[in-house]
């Protein structure tokens, strides 16, 4: 329903003030670039402030939403667990708790002590913050909430988060590493078909105001329902990329990740007539597609999860597209009328931890089908064999359960 995407978009907001404000608070800031002194004794406690961050995210998505829509915090999964085991070997279940003051006090038990980097972290945490989103006023959908489930990556591409590169530049609109990658992704699915219905995708670091040097972000979002599509304005679309067109006419882009297999990018180039840019996190070349910067994003690998794709798949279903996979697409025979899509309502049998929730086989992200028939046409005679992992597992069987870490 409008309704619960018009709160999904306000607490993205929120996530986004959280991650922009440990970043710009001074006491939060000096947690977060410990991680980058190597062998200085306090490693540890920064790993543990990085993951923090994250589930403080979370934590605040669920209890956000659970006020507004009653019994729908069992149904939302995300990356982390919000246990936490501090210097003095207490285990310390983090939640959100109903003052700011118990929220710090909380806080500083994880802290280890430092009362005024929690106190921040706390104020940050109860502050309301603006939101406001006119494309949405005119969405009147009605989904019945005991059909949804809701996967949430609270802050994707943490790595470029932790080292804050602001200074990249992008390659035809897109960034390789930086900022800029970061990401925060609540996707919603069918909990009967698996499949994605609404997405939200907040870019927390898009601009840096020279004058008081704080960012602004900018939100995303789509809904796929019932034959309803609609899905948030998007900046201008980017320029074509110069450069000969493929055999056929098509005249392909595509972004990869830094970590593909050689062999299947060097495949990807030729496919594409060499338009191919790397970048960092999935949720952020997911985007990139979302925008126009890329037709399609390509993984061959099985190191995303459903908590990266939900959001991504969901805007782009609205707009005609989707995120099939990738070892399923390029099977030998001929195309069905339906690529196979990613579903979110099943894990992998007899896998254990995240595992369960592996995007296997790879992935493919499209804006529109017949850009992702013109890929697979392509790229199929120019893969090598074993280019691609093993054949898949059976299907999945396992439901997502309730109220359980992803």
Same mark, same amino acid.
């Given at each position: ?5 018009? $709160? ?12 922009? *404000? ?7 800031? $000096?947690?977060? =670039? ?10 540890? /406690? ?19 939403? $659970? ?15 919000? $246990? /936490? ?6 285990? =310390?279940?983090?939640?959100?708790? %109903? ?22 972290? *706390? ?6 913050? %603006? /939101? ?28 470029? +988060? =932790?080292?804050?590169?602001?200074? @990249? ?6 960034? %390789?590493?930086?900022?800029?990658? @970061? ?10 078909? &698996? ?14 105001? !020279? ?8 939100? +995303? ?13 998007? !900046? ?36 594409? &007539? ?6 960092? #996190? *999935? ?10 910067? @890329? ?19 969901? =805007? ?7 995120? *099939? ?27 254990? #931890? @995240? ?39 059976? %299907? ?11």
């Amino acid at each position: 329903m409008s309704a619960i995407l018009r $709160e999904l978009l306000r607490v993205s907001e929120k996530a986004a003030h959280i991650a922009r *404000a440990c970043r710009q608070h001074d006491a939060l800031f $000096e947690l977060l =670039i410990e991680e980058k002194k190597g062998e200085d004794k306090n490693k540890k /406690f920064a790993l543990d402030f990085k993951t923090l961050a994250d589930v403080l995210v979370q934590e605040v998505i669920k209890r956000h939403m $659970e006020a507004k829509f009653p019994g729908l915090e069992e149904k939302i999964l995300g990356e982390e667990s919000n $246990e /936490f085991t501090n210097a003095l070997g207490e285990k =310390i279940v983090l939640r959100l708790c %109903p003052t700011e003051a118990e929220t710090a006090e909380l806080l500083s038990k994880v802290l280890n002590g430092n009362q005024p980097a929690a106190a921040a972290l *706390a104020k940050v945490v109860h502050e309301d913050v %603006p /939101f406001a989103d006119q494309a949405l006023d005119s969405v009147q959908v009605a989904i019945p909430q005991d059909t949804m489930g809701i996967w949430v990556d609270p802050i994707d591409s943490t790595h470029e +988060y =932790i080292q804050g590169c602001a200074d @990249v530049e992008p390659s035809h609109g897109v960034f %390789p590493r930086g900022l800029a990658c @970061v990401t925060i992704l609540i996707g919603v699915y069918d909990l009967q078909s &698996g499949l994605p219905l609404m997405g939200v995708i907040n870019q927390p670091f898009v601009t840096l105001d !020279p004058v008081t040097h704080r960012w602004e972000g900018r939100r +995303y979002w789509g809904l796929s329902y019932m034959g309803t599509n609609v899905h948030s304005p998007l !900046p201008p679309a980017a320029e074509r990329w110069a450069g000969p067109e493929a055999a056929g006419g098509a005249r392909l882009s595509a972004v990869v990740s830094a970590s593909e297999r050689e062999a299947v990018r060097a495949a990807l180039a030729r496919a594409c &007539g060499g338009r191919v840019v790397r970048a960092a #996190g *999935a949720g952020y070349k997911g985007l990139c597609v979302v925008r126009g910067l @890329v037709d399609l994003y390509v993984f061959s690998q099985d190191s995303t999860f459903k908590w990266d794709s939900c959001a991504p798949h969901a =805007i782009l279903r609205a707009m005609g597209g989707g995120v *099939a996979s990738l070892r399923a697409c390029l099977a030998p025979g001929p195309a069905p009328r339906e690529r196979p899509q990613l579903l979110y309502h099943r894990g992998h049998p007899g896998a254990r #931890g @995240v595992d369960r929730w592996a995007n296997r086989g790879g992935l493919v992200a499209y804006r529109s089908r017949p850009q992702l028939e013109a890929l697979l046409s392509l790229l199929a005679p120019l893969l090598p064999p074993g280019a691609l992992p093993a054949p898949e597992d059976p %299907p999945e069987d396992q439901p997502a359960p309730v109220g359980a870490r992803a």
